[in-house]
Structure formats: C-alpha cells, structure tokens
C-alpha cells in the first residue's frame, strides 16, 4: 500500500514570503499526484494534479508543483503568498492501476499580514 | 447537484447512540468514497463503492460502520453503538470513474463538505 509523508506540520510566514511544502510517498509503480487545500471553514478542494507529462504543474492561485520521480517527491511552492493562502494543505497519491487515494497527514499553512 | 452534498453538517450524539450520515454524489459520478478525518490528521480512507456495491470496505475500523448506495447514487455510512473515538469529520468524495489509468478527469476526486460528528 502508498504512504504519503509530509514533512512540515505547521508553517508560519509572512506575506510576500515564499513557500515550499515537502511531499514525499512510496510506491513502486505509477502514480496520480495531487495537492488539495482546505481553507478555514471550508471544504477539501483540488489545487493541483499531476498525471503525466511535463512534471511542472501549475495549479490555481499561483500554486505549482514540481514531481521528481526519483526522489518520489512531489513539492509544492509559490513564490509569494498572500494572507489568504492560510489553509491545511494536503498531498495526496493514488497508483494509475487502483482506486484508493492517499492522504498525508497535512501542513498547516498561516501567513501573517 | 453541481457539488457532493453531505447532511448533516454536524451532528452530536450520545456515547451508544446509532448515527446516519448521507452524501449525494455529483450526478453521474459512478465511484464513491468515504474518508474520515480526525483533527490534526488527513483523511483515512474508509470504503470505497463502484455503482451500487462496495468494492472496497478495508478501511472500516470495525463491524460497528457500515455504509450501503442501494441506487448507486445517494449513499449512507451508518455507525452503530457509537464510541467517544468515532468523534471525527466524515468525508464523502466521488469521481466519474475509481480506475482509468493515466486519464484526468476520472481520477480526480471531488469532496463534500464533511458531517462532523461528536460522540459525547
């Protein structure tokens, strides 16, 4: 079965800040990869997924994400946030081959003013 | 519906007491999922159906939860003698297709907003 490690569990910064989210899984075999995020109060919502192809995938809000197949990485960056990207964010792993996507435990996302 | 609708939004219960939570797939949408997330954590995969059966029910903690989709497309999780440490957000997710390789759209899973559900 896919794992999926996150390597920050709460991250702070400041507007304009840059950000970088670790992701890492395990499993041998091709892999669907996403990022979803939950603003307060809200529901889990789709910011970005990867399938094939160009392993630089750019997402809403200015959100992009880089898969390294050999790190079996899958980071997310954006090069200024904005109050507004305070939120959990989750990545996420599901094989080409099966049905059940995989969470990791999540970052905890506060930008302050 | 445009979205997965999931009722109740909250629903706080005595420790014994037998629940129902309902989700409403986006129409169309043949696979649905159940996650469960506690605070803290990110959501655990509970059962998964394709049409009217459930081809995946590993993630069930115990005999206690059970979940049906009679019509394949409304389904229930039910929870009975409910326990302290079912106190979590449930999650009902759907898609177009579980399993279709490397293409997009079916693959991507669409959330409800959750029923938090709080055993007293």
């Known amino acids: 079965a896919q794992s999926v490690s996150q390597h920050n569990h709460h991250v702070i910064l400041s507007e304009a800040a840059s950000l970088e989210l670790g992701c890492n899984y395990s499993y041998g075999g091709t892999v669907n990869l996403f990022w979803y995020v939950q603003y307060p109060g809200q529901h889990l919502q789709l910011l970005l997924k990867y399938f094939s192809g160009d392993p630089l995938v750019k997402g809403i809000k200015g959100f992009e994400a880089e898969f390294i197949k050999s790190k079996f990485s899958f980071n997310l960056r954006k090069p200024s946030v904005q109050w507004s990207d305070t939120a959990e964010y989750f990545c996420a792993v599901k094989p080409t081959n099966d049905y059940k996507l995989s969470f990791g435990a999540g970052t905890t996302v506060t930008v302050r003013a | 519906g445009a979205g997965v609708s999931q009722t109740p939004s909250n629903k706080v219960t005595e420790k014994g007491k037998y629940v129902e939570l309902r989700c409403d797939p986006i129409?169309?949408?043949?696979?649905l999922y159940w996650y469960r997330q506690s605070l803290g954590q990110g959501p655990e995969f509970l059962i998964y159906f394709q049409g009217t059966g459930a081809a995946d029910d590993s993630g069930l903690p115990n005999d206690r939860f059970f979940a049906v989709r009679p019509e394949g497309s409304v389904s229930t999780l039910k929870i009975q003698r409910t326990e302290r440490g079912d106190s979590a957000v449930y999650l009902c997710?759907?898609?177009?297709?579980?399993?279709?390789?490397?293409?997009?759209?079916?693959?991507?899973?669409?959330f409800g907003a959750g029923s938090r559900l709080t055993v007293l």
């Open positions: 997710a759907s898609s177009s297709s579980g399993t279709s390789g490397l293409s997009s759209g079916a693959n991507v899973l669409t």
């Open positions: 129409s169309g949408h043949t696979a």
